[in-house]
Every structure is written in structure tokens, then in C-alpha cells.
Nanobody, 126 residues
Framework: QGQLEDSGGGLVQAGGSLRLSCTPSGRTFTTYTMGWFRQAPGKEREFVAAITWSSSRTVYADTIKGRFTIARDDARNTVYLQMNRLKPEDTAVYYC???????????????????WGQGTQVTVSS
């Protein structure tokens, strides 16, 4: 069926940056809407960002707009989430995601997701 492997998390001070990567294995997702979600302790998983298969459109959660950027490099079969000006409230496990219906747009809810990465921990210290 194929899996998503996300990486790049870590511990960073407030104001710092991290870049998350998502690389599929077992199949390609070049024609899929891709995105990122996150889940903080004791909270529900929430939408972060999404990008169309052609990179023509992106959408971001209001809480991270202007600080995070989603991009995809199909030559490298990788989706990225560049996170700048990180805040302690960004601390969460971040999950790469692919839409359950392929190129359908947008992908804003967990119910839209057909494939998940295993998650990568991002911790922002104050």
C-alpha cells in the first residue's frame, strides 16, 4: 500500500528553525495532495499545512501562517515543512499525510487523510 516516512524533528529554542521531510516508500505520491498535521500532548490532531500535487496551491493553519512553508520536490519524491520563528506552543508530534482521494483539494481534516507518516517529535523550549 505504501508508507510515508517523516523526519527532521528535534529540540530547538524558541525563535529557531527546523525543516521536516516526508519521503514515501513502497509507492509514489506525486499525484496526491500532501500535507502536515500535528498533535500536542492531550490535544487532538490538527491541520498544519497542505499542498496540491502540482504545487499550484497551498493552505496553512492560521496559527502558523507566515512562519511555516510547505513545499514538494517530486524529483526527490519529498515533501518539506520549513518551520521558522518556532514557539513553545508549536511543540507536538508532526505527521506527514497524503489525501485519501489522491489529488482532491483541500486536505484540512484527519478524515481527509488516507496515508500517515509515523510522526516526528518537535520540541520548542522557551
Amino acid at each position: 500500500q505504501g508508507q510515508l516516512e517523516d523526519s527532521g524533528g528535534g529540540l530547538v529554542q524558541a525563535g529557531g528553525s527546523l525543516r521536516l521531510s516526508c519521503t514515501p516508500s513502497g509507492r509514489t505520491f506525486t499525484t496526491y495532495t500532501m500535507g502536515w498535521f500535528r498533535q500536542a500532548p492531550g490535544k487532538e490532531r490538527e491541520f498544519v499545512a497542505a499542498i496540491t500535487w502540482s504545487s499550484s496551491r497551498t493552505v496553512y493553519a492560521d496559527t502558523i501562517k507566515g512562519r511555516f512553508t510547505i513545499a514538494r520536490d517530486d524529483a526527490r519524491n519529498t515533501v518539506y515543512l520549513q518551520m521558522n520563528r518556532l514557539k513553545p506552543e508549536d511543540t507536538a508530534v508532526y505527521y506527514c499525510a497524503a489525501h485519501r482521494l489522491g489529488a482532491t483539494w483541500p486536505m484540512l481534516k484527519s478524515g481527509d487523510v488516507g496515508f500517515w507518516g509515523q510522526g516526528t517529535q518537535v520540541t520548542v523550549s522557551s
